[in-house]
């Protein structure tokens, strides 16, 4: 799992009304939107109970500690969504408890292995990996107006590439697989041959080969540079939770609106989603 740096997200508070705008344009759904796509929920009705819906942002110092700005950050995205939330006075164990005495409906925290959502009444928990993973999936399903039948390439197969396959396969597209380690590729094929769809699943050994083959790409890898600019074609459309972004700035420019990459405001915008009842 890859730990944000400030300079990842010091701007992303100031930035999200135009972020919301950029969404929309890209997937024709709002950061809202997409959650509650992604979750099955229904907006209007979400919007009801979002108002009401009260959350504590609990600071973590163990481990490599507080990032500077993470807790503020996921605060004014759950704010902007139109959430009551607010970052804990008091970090830890101190902030878990004061969330309860408070009687919050749910706390959102982070230590280095996990950045978990955790509903107060139902004892739910939203995973950020598992989260981000269905989120930008059912973006793709949204940009590509149904991803119904499609080869879609999912570069790395951990936590999120994972997420992101079972969401793509309840979606009814054709999964192919792809990591540097293949064998992780040959076990998530495994674990998810289960699931409908799971047994046609693909696995592309060669990244070059592959990103020649596909339209659609989910790029879930911790790594820079997973997709050269050489091997973007003038139709591809890519969603990419993996932190870093693995395409440069001048493949940016190339995909334009075809390109959909943030650092936490989708994922957050899920998991909070995922609380509600
Ligand atoms: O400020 C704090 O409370 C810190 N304990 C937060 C540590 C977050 C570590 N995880 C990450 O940087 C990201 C997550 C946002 C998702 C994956 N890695």
Redesign the pocket.
Known sequence: ????KTSDINDISSRLEIYNQEVLSKTGRTLLGIACHACGKDEIQMRRQIESFCIHVV??T?GQ???TD??ETVTTILQFLGFNARVSDLPDTSGVALAFENKADAIM????RR?VGLNLNTRSVAD?SEVTGRVFAAALDLMAKGIENCKVLVLGCGPVGEAASKTLLSLGARVSLCDTHLLSARFLKERLSVYPGGNKIIIEEDINTALSNYGYVMEATPSVNTIPDEFISDHMLVTAPG?PLGISKNGCQILGNRLLHDK?ELGVAGMAISLVL
């Open positions: 799992m890859t730990r944000l600071p973590v163990a500690g507080i990032i993470f807790c925290m982070a230590d280095d950045f950020n932190v936490l």
